[in-house]
């Protein structure tokens, strides 16, 4: 059984394939991730909430260094509890 199947949204956001296909739209990893929503449609509304916290980050490349690994730190922090 594909463990997908049970993901929530921080389930997604702490799949790093999930983040680089939404992030650096890596068409190979979106391939495999629309692949898998088509036999789970189900997932699809979480898959586009997730999708949707991260497109709703700030471009990181706005932000300096110590700005973005703030942000990284308080996105994990929310996740993890």
């Known amino acids: 059984m594909d463990k997908r ?7 997604y956001l702490k799949d ?5 296909a939404v992030l650096d ?4 990893k979106l391939s495999q991730w629309e692949e898998f929503l ?7 509304a979480l898959f586009n909430e997730a999708r949707g916290v991260l497109q709703g980050l700030p471009n990181e490349q706005l932000l300096s ?5 703030s942000l990284k730190d308080s996105i994990w922090k929310s996740v993890l509890v």
């Open 5 to 11: 199947i049970l993901y929530t949204v921080d389930d």
């Open 16 to 20: 790093d394939d999930f983040i680089i």
């Open 25 to 28: 739209h890596d068409s190979a």
């Open 38 to 44: 088509r036999h789970c449609p189900m997932q699809e």
């Open 65 to 69: 260094e110590a700005e973005a690994a």
